[in-house]
T-cell receptor
Framework: AQSVTQLGSHVSVSEGALVLLRCNYS??????LFWYVQYPNQGLQLLLK??????LVKGINGFEAEFKKSETSFHLTKPSAHMSDAAEYFC???????????FGAGTRLFVKA | DAGVIQSPRHEVTEMGQEVTLRCKPI?????LFWYRQTMMRGLELLIY????????DSGMPEDRFSAKMPNASFSTLKIQPSEPRDSAVYFC?????????????FGEGSWLTVV
């Protein structure tokens, strides 16, 4: 069975500071990994995805994530936080068929002025 | 392009009433998903369809919940009878099968309150 664990339900950073949101996965097969973002009162939208083409994946809004098989991790980073980054972020995993995507519990990012 | 369209956006109903949530997926997408989001349980996959056929309904909480997809452009999620613990945001989502990991496109959600 596949699963993801997001470390920290809430993360608070100052504007301009590094953003680091942690995600570890469990999968018996090579996984596809995703980060989605949810702004208030909206559905989730894709930030980036890992599909084995490259271990460092760049997404929208300056976010990137690195796949580390040895650590079973897929942490999300952004060098400099903006106020507009305040949202909830979900890590997700699916199998190679991509039929069923399992989401983590989410991490809410707060950005302080 | 129109995204995934859900209706109603908000619904308040009394316990025991039937609730029907509706979804129009993105045209051409062959997968449709229903998710439920609550503070306590996070985002749960309830059921998904491929080419209008239910593939996995193991996430449907109980027999009070049912979902149908009569054609490629329409799906419903029905709760009968509704209970206060069903209060949640219900998301419909769709995707297109590709070889490099399916991106799921979410609707804006249906906010259900059962009183």
């Amino acid at each position: 069975a596949q699963s993801v664990t997001q470390l920290g339900s809430h993360v608070s950073v100052s504007e301009g500071a590094l953003v680091l949101l942690r995600c570890n996965y469990s999968s018996s097969v090579p996984p596809y990994l995703f980060w989605y973002v949810q702004y208030p009162n909206q559905g989730l939208q894709l930030l980036l995805k890992y599909t084995s083409a490259a271990t460092l994946v760049k997404g929208i809004n300056g976010f990137e994530a690195e796949f580390k098989k040895s650590e079973t991790s897929f942490h999300l980073t952004k060098p400099s936080a903006h106020m507009s980054d305040a949202a909830e972020y979900f890590c997700a995993v699916s199998d190679t068929g991509g039929f069923k995507t399992i989401f983590g519990a989410g991490t809410r990012l707060f950005v302080k002025a | 392009d129109a995204g995934v369209i859900q209706s109603p956006r908000h619904e308040v109903t009394e316990m025991g009433q039937e609730v029907t949530l509706r979804c129009k997926p993105i045209s051409g997408h062959d997968y449709l998903f229903w998710y439920r989001q609550t503070m306590m349980r996070g985002l749960e996959l309830l059921i998904y369809f491929n080419n209008n056929v239910p593939i996995d309904d193991s996430g449907m909480p109980e027999d009070r919940f049912s979902a149908k997809m009569p054609n490629a452009s329409f799906s419903t999620l029905k709760i009968q009878p509704s209970e206060p613990r069903d209060s949640a945001v219900y998301f419909c989502a769709s995707s297109l099968r590709v070889s490099s990991g399916n991106t799921i496109y979410f609707g804006e959600g249906s906010w259900l309150t059962v009183v």
